[in-house]
């Protein structure tokens, strides 16, 4: 089997979106469900649509079996080995489950409380770090990124802000062939962001700063040298103290190397330098760094979502300023029908918030503002099933269950996996 290093390009997902959905509380901290044997059946017939005005629909038993049977069936469809969703919504309910293994020799069952690598959901740490930084005045969002790192190509005319909205022109270091090389052939080497960044500028610039949309993790890695520049202190400690710390994310992580704290899933990818399907838990995302190296779990992804898509802190106050936020959550169509991209967010019909992928594991965590409703979905494998990504295929099928005004019908991007 050929492999290309377009399958990286979005280390740790190629698109994101936001997403909220509501069910009735699941009896207990959390249901587990386990896929049935390989009998496919039909889905029952789908629920009545919402009541008027209402964006999400209430979670009866109903709905929670269909939700269960789509999730299955998506699983049985793409040969997930392991999947925990979570719904949350007020007023309408809630839905946890997790199906599946966490772990394919062991047997161990996929469960709630486990943590994951979330990929380019580390995306929007970095640009909350940003603009955290441009509100107190210690950089500006149309600051030229000569200013902060040499050597870019194009570095008096890129902003920071283009960088952040994916519209810099950048070549993305994680489609080069050298890089590609390096990193399946020994996936625990540890990467700086020094070398991520040579492979990118050894290719001409793609086009003239803010001309189009171009999902780029070189702009993050960039972006993450500057919060280090401006705040003073490693991105890591940066994003632990003035987010992590703030916000209540105990169980959320900036790993050095390719530390992954206990429990967690192992995570399946066929990414290797033989095409074979192999276990990834223990390569260093140091290559994803401020682009995708994070781990978290459920719960603090749960919170996280309604945090980054409002720019305000869980019991009070605001991680980022109004104004700012307003700047945040302006997104300029894509290449991509029915998303737009703000910096560092997705906006995905309504659905506020980021996907990620990373080999191995594959996330998304996204919020619906009109109901306050979260959505997150966590998965321990990152192979592609018809060209789709396996998390863009579960927020497709809960969504189209939950709200279906609101479609989390994200398509792929032919150049980008």
Known sequence: ???????????????????????????????????????????????????????????????????????????????????????????????????????????????????????????TFTVTALLQLADQGRLGLDDTIDRYVGGVPNGDRITLRQLAGMRSGLFNYSEDDGFFKALTSDPQRPFTPRQLLGYAFRHPVLFPPGQRFDYSNTNLVLLGLVVEKA?????????????????????????????????HAQGYTDQTATGKVEDAADWNPSWGWAAGAMISDLEDLRVWASTVATGRLPYGGVLISPATQKQRLTAPPTSIPGAGYGLGIFDVQGWIGHNGSLPGYESLTVYLPSAKATLVVLLNTDIGHDGQEPSTLLGDAITRIVSPGHVFDLPAEPAAR
């Not at 979005?10 to 909220?20: R, W």
């Not at 964006?55 to 269909?66: H, S």
């Not at 209540?248 to 790993?255: A, C, K, Q, V």
Request: hydrophobic share 40%; with cysteine.
């Open 1 to 123: 089997m050929s492999y290309s290093p377009a399958r990286l390009r979005g280390c740790a997902v190629v698109l994101t979106a936001v997403g909220t959905l509501v069910a009735p509380p699941v009896t207990g901290a959390a249901a587990v469900a386990h896929p049935p044997a390989a009998t496919v059946t039909a889905d029952p017939p789908a629920p009545s649509p919402p009541a008027s005005g209402d964006d999400v629909r209430a979670l009866t038993p109903a709905v929670t079996r269909q939700l269960d049977s789509a999730v299955r069936r998506v699983m049985r469809q793409a040969g997930i080995p392991g999947v925990t969703v979570g719904l949350w919504a007020p007023g309408k309910g809630q839905y946890v489950r997790s199906f599946g293994v966490a772990d394919k020799a062991t047997g161990q069952r996929m469960s709630p409380d486990l943590r994951m690598r979330i990929g380019s959901e580390t995306k």
């Open 231 to 263: 705040g003073g202190k490693p991105l890591a400690d940066y994003v632990k103290d003035n987010i992590l710390d703030p916000v209540g994310l105990d169980h959320t992580l900036f790993p050095a190397g390719n530390e992954f704290p206990e429990p």
